[in-house]
């Protein structure tokens, strides 16, 4: 199937993303460059591969990936906030990421 400059406009608009008409243009045929060469992969044989199941340590050597699957007490509010550089009012406060549209117009 291949990739329109719809179905990128369609992605923008899922992504909160305002992409003009140059760059739909510029955007479906690369994203379709893309998507046909992970669709290779389909054809490789991978039923010898072992899964990975954990990192790899800076020498390439397996990390132990499984640690005890057991209910513990949570760190609790006071201390999750204790070293937060800006708490209020019992949450995190972290710095506005989303502006609004009018505040856009000002970038």
Do not use: C, W
């Amino acid at each position: 199937m291949p990739i329109t400059e719809s179905d990128i406009k369609k992605i923008a608009d899922l992504a909160h993303l305002e992409i003009t008409d140059e760059e739909l243009r510029t955007l479906a045929p690369q994203v379709a460059s893309i998507v046909a060469y992970v669709e290779q992969l389909k054809e490789l044989d991978t039923s010898r591969v072992e899964p990975a199941t954990g990192g790899l340590t800076p020498e390439g050597e397996r990390t132990a990936a499984t640690r005890e699957d057991r209910a513990r007490d949570s760190l609790g509010q006071a201390l999750a906030l204790e070293q937060a550089p800006d708490p209020a009012h019992g949450h995190f406060r972290v710095p506005r990421v989303l502006a609004s549209s009018e505040e856009k117009e000002n970038f």
